[in-house]
């Protein structure tokens, strides 16, 4: 507890002192000749030493201006305007200053001379994203990326960086419509460092169409409207936490306007614990007992690593530009399992067999694993014009392997005592390979066309070798020792087209894969199979808003899932104390989703929307564990395989109120109920499930002072279903903050998850043959702490606007 309280005192301390020097810079942008006020007016403050963005703000109605903690220094004060001259006076800061009246000449591209067509809604709708028109917020011009995130519809940015959309981490970061490729460090850095007044809009989808070959449930992309003249950045820094965890990492960005490299290293170390118990009852086939175990176990690993990733992106000219990216990240994983068992066996008539009906016995594994995960991804693009007429070229191949051992060891002390030794090695060796060609072509002013290929190849090799102690050594266990090759050879074409009526959007897609996948077993080559799947998968994104910024959404895509070749192979593998195989008549998994959202945004208090959704699966795919006899364990034991569920849906409806005042303070709610529902036919039996399910969350962000963020967080989700199965339902709080000093370059950030320790995780079976019932125990409740140091500068120049709505034209970008 004293160290709690010595460092919260730090922490005041801290904000204590960086508060003390802090002064505000005020003053009034007039227009030279009229000499009346000019309203939203941008004004930036730059070190004078390296031209480091140090705050800035926007004018009010009547012109005036209010910069809010400035240390000390020297700095040069920027005022721009559309259809004036960019005004620039230098500034000695050494306390409170009003600056007066500055006035503002016309510049040479007049105000008289420009098309007004519509100035940009806040919040809009455009096909299948939501848009947040960060350049028309001048609440949130002195802030940055991060800050700018946290108020597009359904993102959510923690004080440790992470972003998550709609409650779920499954989202991937794009920036001017590609991919960053970034590490979660490196991507942290770089919205936390990049201002808000560079970005133009971002994009949210959260049903991407047919256009997006995308594994993530969504895509957040960020619009730049600024080039870079020069950007060189350093940063390190260290995060740890009470689980425990610890993690130094190093960034280094240096960019100019027609060449990028990004490098990032860091290192981790992590422990992690659990406790579980588990209850189960395994039933013949006439729906007899047949025996009842019962489990307690605890679990410890220790894992430590690190790796590496390096980005390069040239501009060969306004035309040509292309990207690599290579990254590495090998770890090592250590492990102790510890479990107590207790079984009891019963015959035909539910009586317990005698003498010997009581198995009572102790396992311990320990092991290793070594592991790694590389990546090289090159990306080009050759631009026809500016008008959105492209055509991107990209190859990545993914390395991802490990290989380790294990011993196993079962001290039995009934029915008699003898110990069981075994020992288990084994490795996965995967490489992927992806190919994708992209062609947009605008064919008016309101229309785009896209056209797209994509081929990838993915082998994969794994092998497990069982030995087992016998008479003092150690031999081959045939039956529970396997190696097998798996491969997918898949390719896709897709084609969108998006046009717009005025306020009205409409895009349709499809997207057609044929897939050709394989499994051969060097030991068993009487198991070899091929099997091949064709899809097509259709998509269709329909949107409306008005000038009341009512904003109207309906979408409809089909997503497919081909069963892999393990799922396919009637290949038996034994286990311990079950086996399982795969299902030769699996068929492919549609999802059929449906949104229609309605949308309600508000400048001054923020947003409400509503959706209704309906996501349909036909042959779903699940694992069903029934009870069998095999003459390997002597008894009845657990038998798993997959199957297609017959249809399964979820139906239901979101509500998302958020509430901004202003760009530096949101609370936003989110509450989801829906009907979970599954049909199978079963043993010729039609076997159906139904459950209501819900979920309630609540986030409240604040930055106060211009440099420190505050959070707090609270959750409940309920319990949910699957074939045979439930999850039990979860909840938790959590809350954190995190500081700015020395113009951003030290920043500390405190976090603390599940501050109650609520959470566990477990469920329950209850097919007809096998009843049980589990849980597991962590420590959930932690504290993490972490310390970043930023060195160098980002110097932007904003691309000009005329107040007409953007064509998405790309000015360069970071």
Known sequence: MSRQKSFFILVLLCLCSGLLAQNKVTGVIV????????????????????SVFVCGAASDDKGRFELQAVPNGDYRLQVSAIGYATYEQQVQVIGNMDLGKLNLSEGSAKLDEVVITEKRPLFSVEGEKSLYNVAEDPSIQTGTASDALQNAPGVEVDVEGNVTLRGTSSVEIWVNDKPTHMNAENLKTYIQQMPANSIDRIEVITNPSARYGTKSDGIINIVTNAKIQRNEFFSFGINGSTMPYVSPWASYVWANEKLTINAYVN??????SRTGSSDQNIYDANGSLSNHQFDTSSFNSRNYGG?????????????????????AWPFRNNNLLEMATQREMFDENGHPFNPAHLTDYSMSSGGWNNSVFGMANVYYQHKFDNKGHNLSLSFSSNLSGYNGSSRYVKSYKLPVEYVRDRYEKGGMLSANQNLEVVYNRPYSERGEISLGYTASYSPNKNTTIVDTLTNGQYTNDQKRSYRYNEYSLNNEVFMTLQHKFGNFTVKPGIRAGYEFTGIGYP???????????????????LSYRTKSMHNFQASYSRRTSN???????????YQEESFGSGSPDLESVFTDAVELKWTKFWNSFGSVGLTGYYRGKSNEISNITISDFDPLYGRLVPYSYPVNV?????????????????GFFNIRCYANLYDSYLKTLYQNKEITGEKLTYSFRINVW???????????????????????AERRGMYGINCGMRADFFQRKLSVFFNARDIFNWNSFGGSVNSPYVQSTNISKFNSRSVSLGLTFRFGKMELESKARQGSESDGTQVGGM
């Open 267 to 272: 290192g981790n170390l992590m422990r992690h």
């Open 307 to 327: 790796g590496g990733y390096l980005g390069i992106n040239y501009n060969i000219d306004t035309a040509n530009s292309i990207s690599l990216n290579l990254m």
């Open 563 to 573: 069963p892999s070749a393990i799922n396919l192979s009637p290949f038996v593998i």
């Open 646 to 662: 017959g249809k399964s849906y979820n139906a239901g409806a979101e509500l998302m109120v958020m509430y901004r005042p202003n």
């Open 702 to 724: 604040a930055k106060l002072w211009n440099r420190l963020e505050v959070h707090a967080s609270g959750n409940y989700s309920s319990p949910t279903m699957s074939l045979f």
């Open 523 to 541: 030991q068993a080559p009487s198991y070899d199979s091929t099997w091949h799947f064709f899809n097509p998968m259709p998509s269709l994104h």
């Open 31 to 50: 227009d030279e000749s009229s000499k009346q006020g000019i309203p939203y007016v941008n004004v930036g403050l730059f070190r004078q030493t390296d």
